[in-house]
């Protein structure tokens, strides 16, 4: 339907994302995804987002998310354990890559105040597949500027009882801060099956969250 926001949380069953792939090998992917110019980011863990006004504008630039109000322009962030967020507007749709840094460095809201800037504020978002507490323990420095920003509540505890970063409790927090409703589909990426870890496993392959407004 024209102006519906369609959006893919890949996993394994979709092949390797990750912008190392052959090249014909990772375009072949991506056509059976979204078969449309792909915005796909060199994610560096920081808050820059783009505003994609063309598809497949600022493809390979160094950022974190991307915003479009462009029907037909392909949004993705390619993840192993850090967090894929979809959100989406009246029109407008963004995509970020948020692990710890990115996080506490304020990419969930500086992508919220891009999609303003389009005319349409996030009206649901939707965590995808990341690292869960229970699998990443995570040393007291960093943590304590998580809990900085988004208290601690970000606080947990691995399976083996150490101190554990609990991303999607943070992510909670920062939708709740921000006034956007949030559905978290719950996944482990360490421990589901169907899913790469780079902590867990060292695996060197990527998942990706696509989005797109169909035209």
């Known amino acids: 339907m024209t102006g519906e926001i ?9 092949g390797d994302l990750m912008v190392r792939t052959d090249p014909d090998v990772l375009a072949a992917r991506r056509a059976a995804i979204a078969d449309r110019p792909w915005s796909w980011l060199r994610q560096v863990h920081g808050a820059r987002v783009v505003t994609v006004a063309e598809p497949g504008q600022h493809a390979g630039e160094e950022a974190d998310a991307a915003v479009t109000a462009v029907p037909g322009a392909v949004l993705a962030v390619q993840t192993a354990d850090c967090a894929p967020v979809l959100f989406e507007g009246d029109g407008v749709v963004g995509v970020a890559h948020a692990g710890w840094r990115g996080l506490e460095a304020g990419v969930l809201e500086a992508t919220v105040a891009a999609m303003a ?3 349409s504020p996030p009206l649901q978002a939707t965590l995808g597949p990341c690292i869960r507490a229970r699998c990443y323990e995570f040393g007291d420095g960093e943590l304590d500027l998580v809990a900085g920003r988004y208290g601690d509540a970000v606080r947990g505890t691995t399976a083996w009882g150490t101190p554990a970063l609990d991303v999607a409790a943070g992510i909670a927090e920062a ?10 589909q719950g996944l ?24 797109w407004i169909e035209p």
């Open 6 to 14: 369609r959006s893919v949380f890949t996993d394994a069953r979709h």
């Open 188 to 211: 482990c990426t360490a421990c589901s099956p169907n899913h790469w870890s780079h902590r867990a496993r060292a695996e060197p392959q990527r998942q990706a969250l696509v989005a």
């Open 117 to 119: 800037d389009l005319g």
């Open 175 to 184: 939708c709740r801060r921000l006034g956007v409703p949030l559905v978290d």
